[in-house]
């Protein structure tokens, strides 16, 4: 997997929790946003990267599907 090139944002307290979880079972990027898609959350790869990269704020909706695609308790992703 590639490595993160730019630094961490302070936009949200949940992109550096999420990207370690997605790479601990091994899912791509591309792949996880897929896998929104079809639980229905509407989401492109740019503003999902800027999301896993604390460059914008994530909403209440996107980390209750994260959180449901990744199998944890959204207490987890913070």
Same mark, same amino acid.
């Given at each position: 997997?590639?490595?993160?090139?730019?630094?961490? &944002?302070?936009?949200?307290?949940? &992109?550096?929790? #999420?990207?370690?979880?997605?790479?601990?079972? &091994? #899912?791509?990027?591309?792949?996880?946003?897929?896998?929104?898609?079809?639980? *229905?959350?509407? #989401?492109?790869?740019?503003?999902?990267?800027?999301?896993? &990269?604390?460059?914008? #704020?994530?909403?209440?909706?996107?980390?209750?599907?994260?959180?449901?695609?990744? *199998?944890?308790?959204?207490?987890?992703?913070?």
């Amino acid at each position: 997997m590639k490595l993160r090139k730019k630094e961490f &944002g302070t936009a949200n307290c949940v &992109g550096k929790n #999420i990207e370690r979880l997605r790479k601990e079972r &091994g #899912i791509s990027q591309k792949k996880f946003i897929e896998l929104l898609q079809l639980a *229905g959350l509407d #989401i492109n790869p740019t503003s999902y990267s800027k999301l896993e &990269g604390q460059l914008r #704020i994530a909403t209440d909706k996107e980390i209750y599907t994260i959180a449901q695609v990744l *199998g944890v308790d959204m207490a987890s992703l913070f």
